[in-house]
């Protein structure tokens, strides 16, 4: 009897002081999104309009609230000189991406692999990298810049995690692709639904999806009152990310579907294009060859294989989660493996 009580008396002591540091840390009851997840709720929410979604469906930077940072924009709304001032006499550069490329977490700004390759060597560096962009926007650039500016190389950077595309989306006049909240980045197209407003989107992460705000079941009430039991019963949605991800991995149409377009459009204006990868953090240090039969789907399409460059990477070339982005020695390394390549390749021309 002492037995059972002792350790009764252990297993409640054990479960309180981990639900205590689970709440030190962060976690609430009801808490079961993803760890890496930069949400959470708030009071009330309101909408940061650094970016804006133009007329053609193209996300692009606000000039006006740009300068609130001191990041200067041109009048297209990138992070690049006007392209009416672009030497023609110069070999140009094109870059497209998200927010690896528009340069987040390099400490400056201007330490970004694209702005280092642009102030280091004597080419015309275009940058139409913009956050949370995604190929559909990738081949929408493409089809309307690599025509009316001929560049002499197009690298699309390609993030392989949100740009392997779970679900597709279209490229809507206005509409935009994700809000920039007070509560962190909502994309406006989630599991496949897509949502008009800020509000909207926010309510479905807060209410469906990553908190038991509106718990359907009785032990699903329980669970809520517990940051403990939510992190357990957190795990089951996990899995579930997991399998689609997996899945994702081994089918990525959607994803070739716009890398063969970009390459499409590329090979029609007689330009190389090249996509860098940029892999997640937690895989950045698996090696190349087994990276490469991960990713077979994509990186072994008959159309895009030679069209890839893949670098070396570690995850000391990344911030920590739940940021993970490239930081200044990821952007270093990035920065001198894009000049090493545009200098063998223009040396041979």
């Known amino acids: 009897m002492k037995r059972i009580l002792f350790q009764s008396a252990f297993l409640i002591i054990s479960f309180l002081v981990i639900e205590i540091v689970l709440r030190f840390v962060g976690y609430k009851p009801g808490d079961i999104s993803p760890g890496w997840m930069n949400f959470k709720p708030v009071d009330s929410l309101y909408v940061i309009s650094d970016f804006k979604t133009n007329a053609e469906g193209i996300l692009i930077a606000d000039s006006n609230t740009m300068k609130v940072s001191n990041t200067v924009v041109n009048s297209d709304g990138f992070r690049t000189k006007e392209f009416a001032a672009i030497d023609s006499t110069k070999k140009k550069v094109l870059f497209t991406g998200d927010s690896f490329t528009w340069g987040l977490s390099a400490k400056p700004l201007s330490n970004c692999f694209v702005d280092l390759i642009r102030t280091e060597t004597n080419y015309e560096v275009i940058n139409l990298g913009i956050p949370a962009t995604d190929p559909p926007q990738y081949l929408a650039l493409a089809q309307k810049y690599i025509p009316a500016l ?3 190389m197009v690298f699309i950077v390609f993030f392989m995690w949100n740009d392997l595309m779970q679900n597709d989306r279209k490229v809507s006049p206005d509409e935009p692709i994700y809000f920039m909240t007070n509560a962190g980045a909502l994309l406006a197209d989630i599991d496949g639904k897509h949502f008009h407003t800020a509000q909207a989107a926010y309510d479905y992460c807060v209410n469906e999806k990553y908190f038991l705000q509106h718990p359907h079941y009785t032990f699903e009430w329980v669970i809520s009152k517990s940051a403990l039991l939510s992190r357990l019963y957190s795990v089951r949605f996990r899995l579930e990310e997991k399998l689609r991800y997996e899945k994702t991995v081994n089918d990525s149409y959607i994803a070739k579907k716009y890398l063969q377009g970009i390459k499409k459009t590329a090979d029609e204006n007689k330009v190389p294009v090249k996509f860098v ?59 001198d493996s894009l000049k090493q390549y545009l200098n063998n390749y223009f040396d041979k021309q």
């Open 150 to 152: 001929k560049p002499d």
């Open 277 to 335: 990868l940029i892999p997640a953090k937690n895989e950045a240090d698996l090696d190349l060859e087994k990276y490469k039969q991960r990713y077979n789907s994509l990186l072994g399409d008959a159309d895009l294989k030679n069209n890839w460059l893949l670098l070396t990477n570690s995850p000391s070339y990344f911030t920590e989660y739940p940021d993970a982005h490239l930081n200044n020695k990821g952007h270093r390394v990035y920065a």
